[in-house]
């Protein structure tokens, strides 16, 4: 049995760090395969210094236990639904120098945001993405523990509808999800202001149930944010949708 931790929205390595030591992937490192995957490249050093200091390679003369992982990877691309070219938005603050923090794949995201609490939408670039159901397909199987986290700015609704309909999610033991909830996005009040913002909510709400549901079907079998020290912020009481469940 392989044990695979996918992180999906890495950004500077933060909670890849908290992941690795409450894993204990140091005592187990020959078993444990990481793929990251973040289209932002500014904290690729700090992240590949992260997996050096944790999981040194032992030198032959040194007389250290070698405590170098099975795999790991760093991948500049995005992960959604299907292979290719995205657009990916960034924004800052007025004045300020674009921020890394928050910036994703949603429009609506990035243009709320901006709108209603002070910015603007400086970048829009395109960058490659992946399909996160056919990576999982790809290279994991059933019999493996795998672990997946996401903080993907608003992308996860999505993404997760299309986890489970393609039966990727069936490969997932332990999951773990920054849900960028809704409700704050599409009030009564920004319905009337965004056209946008009703289907929204609608898409996203239909989508946490279909989540919700999937959770009771897999039973004991499936975890949804279950460690303590997840450390992103969890908006997750949607749907009955509880830390630990």
């Known amino acids: 049995m392989k044990k695979i931790y996918i992180d999906a929205g890495t950004y500077n390595g933060g ?7 409450v ?8 078993n444990w395969s990481i793929y990251c995957f973040d289209p932002l490249t500014t904290y ?10 944790k999981f040194p390679k032992a030198e ?10 099975n795999h790991f990877s760093l991948e500049p691309k995005a992960v959604w639904t299907e292979e290719g070219d995205i657009t990916f938005y ?4 007025h004045g300020q120098a674009p921020h890394d923090d928050g910036s994703g794949l949603m429009y609506w995201k990035a243009e709320i945001e901006c709108k209603e609490w002070g910015g603007e939408i400086v970048n829009e670039s395109k960058v490659s993405c ?9 290279n ?3 019999e493996d523990f795998l672990v997946l986290k996401c903080n993907i700015e608003g992308a996860e609704y999505e993404i997760i509808k299309d986890l489970i309909s ?3 999610m069936d490969y997932v033991d332990e999951f773990f999800c920054d849900f960028h909830i809704y409700s704050k996005y599409v009030s009564k009040d920004l319905i009337k202001k965004y056209p946008y913002s009703k289907e929204l909510f609608e898409t996203h709400e239909k989508n946490a149930k279909l989540l919700s549901e999937y959770i009771e079907s897999r039973g004991d079998t499936f975890k949804i944010n279950a460690r303590g020290k997840w450390q992103a912020q969890n908006d997750i009481g949607i749907h009955g949708i509880q830390e630990g469940k």
């Not at 894993?23 to 020959?30: A, I, L, P």
């Open 130 to 138: 992946i399909s996160l159901s056919n990576f999982i397909k790809d």
């Open 166 to 168: 393609t039966g990727a």
């Open 140 to 142: 994991c199987s059933k």
């Open 44 to 53: 690729t050093e700090r992240i590949n210094g992260i997996i050096d200091s």
């Open 60 to 69: 032959w003369w040194d007389g250290d236990e070698d405590t170098e992982l």
């Open 23 to 30: 894993y204990e992937m140091q005592k187990d490192s020959k």
């Open 90 to 93: 960034q924004y800052a603050s």
């Open 15 to 21: 909670i890849l760090q908290n992941f690795i030591e």
